[in-house]
Structures are given as C-alpha cells and as structure tokens.
C-alpha cells in the first residue's frame, strides 16, 4: 500500500494482559520501525527490522517485549504480561533505506488498566 | 539519553508571521530531520539536511544547521493555521554498530488565525 497500516487503532489491556499491534509498511520500502510515545513527548525508539531481520533492537525492553517481520505478514509487536506504564502510542514506520526519510503509521493507542 | 532538544517547548504566534524552531544536539551526525505531528496523527517528514549542508529550502520552509553549535534552526515563512501542530527534530547518527534516529520532544506550534 501507499501508506503505513496499524492495527488495531486502540487496544484496553488489563494489567498483566497479553497485547499485540500489527503494522503494515509501505510496499517497497524495507525497513520498518517501532516508536513509543508517551503524552504526546519525545519518540522512544523500540526496534527496526530490514526485512524481516533485526537491524536494531537496542531500545527494547527485552523481558516483555517482542517484535517481527515474517515475510509476507504484517509486522508485529507484542507485550507480554502489560504493566502500566507501556501505555502510551505505539508507532510504526517504515523506509526504503535505512533510518532517513521514515513514513509513519496512525499509531496504536495501548491502554493499560 | 536522547538527543534533538527542542525550543522552545510551545510557540504561539498569529498568522502570518514567522516561526522560529530550534534544535540542539550532542554528538556528531550524518544527518538532522525535522518532522511534523498534527494531533493524534503520526509524524510526516518534513526536511532532511546532511552534516555537510548549511541551509536547505522546502516551500516555506528552512532550515539550517550548524555543526559547530551542534544546532539546526526550522523556520516557517508566512504561518497559517494549518501549520499548527508540533515540530520534532531528528538526528541521524551511528551508535554501537547501529544507526538510528534519535526524536526530540518537540515544539508545539499554534498559529492563531
């Protein structure tokens, strides 16, 4: 497509619940990333892929969190066991080369409760 | 700790005029990045200037980067009310093997009709 896709576009998830966003990047474009932003701050970057291998992951939180992107799938991000503080806006994004020049998604809202 | 800091914060000008964003950074980079986010929305690139340029023009907007200051300046020429939304810089850098974009926390712009 021509435009980054996220789904859903809001989850409500209760404490120590299982959550997981799905993106769809831009046909073409081979790398994509994940964002958190949380109050409408700074952009926390999570981890981006190059295809579906992991170009950077220095930004995860490894115990809970977990991404891919599996070749003809939409790319996921999934939060085991959510605490409350993972509430925030989840972004994804992608690019034909590296980190330059990124498209961005809607967002996922993640709301703990 | 992330780079791209912001000023100021919030920006409130009336129509017209012109807005002055500035950006500052810590460490060396391949390139700086601004973005626009309306609210609610994800972000859309706006510009990219390389470390090796001093100004860059993209309709009504420029921008600037110093490297000896370690800072970028956005201006918006003859601002309208759709220009309303908040401005994040990003810098393009090499850490660890990897590279990434690092977000600021962005300035809110409101242009008052």
């Known amino acids: 497509g021509e435009e980054v896709a996220q789904t859903p576009k809001h989850l409500v998830r209760g404490e120590g619940q299982k959550a997981k966003l799905y993106c769809a990047p831009i046909?073409?474009?081979?790398?994509v990333f994940w964002y958190q932003q949380v109050l409408k701050n700074e952009f926390k970057f999570l981890i981006s892929f190059q295809n579906e291998n992991v170009f950077d992951e220095t930004g995860m939180p490894k115990e809970r969190f977990s991404a891919k992107c599996l070749p003809n799938s939409p790319c996921s991000l999934e939060i085991q066991a959510t605490k409350l503080e993972d509430s925030a806006v989840y972004f994804c994004?992608?690019?034909?080369?590296?980190?330059?020049?990124?498209?961005f998604g809607p967002g996922t809202r993640l709301t703990v409760t | 700790s992330q780079q791209g800091e912001e000023d100021p914060q919030a920006l409130s000008i009336q129509e017209g005029e012109n807005a002055t964003m500035n950006c500052s950074y810590k460490t060396s980079i391949n390139n700086l990045q601004w973005y626009r986010q309306n609210s609610g929305r994800g972000l859309v690139h706006l510009i990219l200037?390389?470390?090796?340029?001093r100004e860059k023009h993209s309709g009504r907007l420029r921008v600037t980067l110093d490297t000896s200051k370690k800072s970028s300046s956005l201006l918006i020429t003859a601002s309208r009310a759709a220009d309303t939304a908040s401005y994040f810089c990003?810098?393009?850098?090499?850490?660890?093997?990897?590279?990434?974009?690092?977000f600021g926390k962005g300035t809110k712009l409101t242009v008052n009709p």
């Open positions: 994004a992608s690019s034909r080369e590296g980190p330059d020049e990124q498209y």
């Open positions: 990003a810098t393009h850098r090499f850490q660890g093997g990897s590279e990434k974009l690092v």
């Open positions: 200037i390389r470390s090796n340029e």
């Open positions: 046909k073409g474009h081979s790398y």
